[in-house]
Nanobody, 125 residues
Framework: QVQLVESGGGLVQPGGSLRLSCAAS????????MGWFRQAPGKEREGISC????????LYAETVKGRFTISRDNAKNTVYLQMTSLKPEDTDVYYCARAKTYYCEGLGHYGMDYWGKGTLVTVSS
């Protein structure tokens, strides 16, 4: 049974940092690309980053490029999202997702087949 469990969300001040983690189980983690998405109420889910199974290919949305860093530890079956220089507009529920294959087919949700339940990030003073 595929499970993706996000953690690390919370309240942070503008300009601050957070690191999200996504613990994966129930499948061969090192054979799948992984992605991070975010969604605010009433808005479409936005793909923000994807990392290939080996970690050698990474995509970022323009809205987070230079501020967020995705990484993975295949020995721990975990993917991370380091977020820096956070802005109020980064406030969202952040979701981890498993890609359908070992590489990132862009940042669209169509390329993902399993999702975590999300973790809330609130950027506010």
């Amino acid at each position: 049974q595929v499970q993706l469990v996000e953690s690390g969300g919370g309240l942070v001040q503008p300009g601050g940092s957070l690191r999200l983690s996504c613990a994966a189980s129930g499948f061969s983690f090192d054979f799948r690309a992984m992605g991070w998405f975010r969604q605010a109420p009433g808005k479409e889910r936005e793909g923000i980053s994807c990392i290939s199974s080996s970690g050698d290919s990474i995509l970022y949305a323009e809205t987070v490029k230079g501020r967020f860093t995705i990484s993975r530890d295949n020995a721990k079956n975990t993917v991370y999202l380091q977020m820096t220089s956070l802005k109020p507009e980064d406030t969202d529920v952040y979701y981890c997702a498993r890609a359908k294959t070992y590489y990132c087919e862009g940042l669209g949700h169509y390329g993902m087949d399993y999702w975590g339940k999300g973790t809330l990030v609130t950027v506010s003073s």
